[in-house]
């Protein structure tokens, strides 16, 4: 079965096409996504529930910091958008990746093999399962995965590791993506099915996680220095 | 010219052996870190320059905390060894190896080849310009490198960026390492000449970027923490 990426001479050997569209596979991805979001953006600004006895436990412990109620800010509350739905996103899609070097010879139309044979038109290392790419994933699956999910509580909670955290993975996201383009870069970018495709997958669906971690680094960054600056403040009183 | 790295079959055209011995290359590489090791130690500790009056004015804006004199830490002063150590190692050797595709054809013995010559022998990826390594390797060398210095001045300085530098740089180390180990792993761990070059370059060289940057990220971790935990007191005392 000749597959539709590039380079021509790709060797896939046993390789089923896709059964879903594009846009049943984007709609899916989209629609999923904005459930997500929509959730935790509506469960971390309904304060009015620690006014119903039944929340009152779960909701003390889920999202508010021990002894006080303060309301979580607008910007912390996309935070924790973004770090559920792009902790979600490393788990599920890139996990599944990572674990199953054989996605393109899925005949059952499973939706998240759809994905990846999808994608790979805009990268055909995916298809081709290029050790560089699949050690970035898996690094992204295993640990950043599950750590975005953690940096969503640790806002919510007010934890001091919060800033930390969220640092951490900002970083591991930035390199991860700087050593999947310059590698691709190296090899002469010939991944992509057609322009297209490189723009619209490799380009422009990457630099979602280029522009984010960006600024939110900056931000930890900045928030780390002040706290310092105001610990140094207080040893010099001291003095 | 055939070569002497592993697999066999690999492709080395003007291959020109090693002028240096093994221990000619290691005696460079230990002397002059420990040079620089040395030096970095005394300098750190030497307060009773700052004394003498020619001294002063170099040594408040190089060693000293505006406005303060304060002794730096036995730990510190280790720290400010080692990045100074791993920042001039990822300048000087991996950033000679990243733009210098063609090391392995240098005949003149010049000595920055002749260490990447030698350590191929525990990994031939760098002979052969895998791209991953290459990638790796040139992130190393253009952001970790100069940071590493910074991070030694800022040690020294007392800055407020100082553990979240650090911090940033060991979790680069930690990632570059991971992907370094990882993609080897996955095709089948045979770039070593042989048992020997495997542990001695491959694994206990490489062993120092895991372990040192993995004891630095955990104590800035915590000393973020703490950063925090201070200031969280310190607003609730304020309400």
Redesign the interface.
């Given at each position: 079965m000749a597959h539709p990426y590039m380079p021509r001479d790709l060797n896939l050997l046993d390789y089923v096409p896709n059964s879903l569209s594009q846009s049943t596979i984007l709609a899916v991805f989209g629609l999923s996504s904005f459930v997500v979001v929509s959730l935790i953006w509506l469960i971390s600004g309904l304060y009015f529930f620690l006014s119903l006895p039944l929340f009152v436990i779960l909701f003390k412990w889920l999202i508010s910091v021990p002894?006080?109620c303060a309301k979580i800010s607008k910007l912390d509350r996309w935070l924790m958008c973004w770090w559920t739905f792009t902790g979600l996103t490393h788990i599920i899609l890139e996990g599944y990746f990572a674990f199953s070097p054989e996605f393109y010879k899925e005949k059952t139309g499973f939706y998240l093999a759809e994905v990846w044979k999808e994608y790979s038109k805009g990268d055909s290392r995916y298809a081709a399962r290029d050790?560089?790419v699949?050690?970035?994933e898996?690094?992204t699956a295993v640990f950043e995965g599950p750590l975005s999910l953690l940096a969503t509580f640790a806002i919510a909670k007010?934890k001091?590791?919060?800033?930390?955290l969220q640092?951490?993975i900002s970083?591991?996201q930035l390199?991860?993506t700087?050593?999947y383009f310059?590698?691709a870069y190296?090899?002469g970018d010939k991944f992509a099915a057609s322009a297209y495709y490189y723009y619209a997958y490799y380009v422009i669906a990457n630099s979602f996680w280029v522009v984010i971690p960006t600024l939110i680094s900056i931000r930890?960054?900045k928030k780390?220095?002040?706290?310092?600056?105001?610990?140094?403040q207080?040893k010099?009183k001291v003095?």
């Open positions: 002894g006080r050790v560089g699949v050690a970035v898996g690094i007010g001091s590791y919060s800033y930390i640092f951490a970083l591991g390199y991860g700087a050593v310059i590698t190296m090899e930890c960054w780390i220095c002040s706290a310092f600056q105001l610990q140094g207080k010099n003095r």
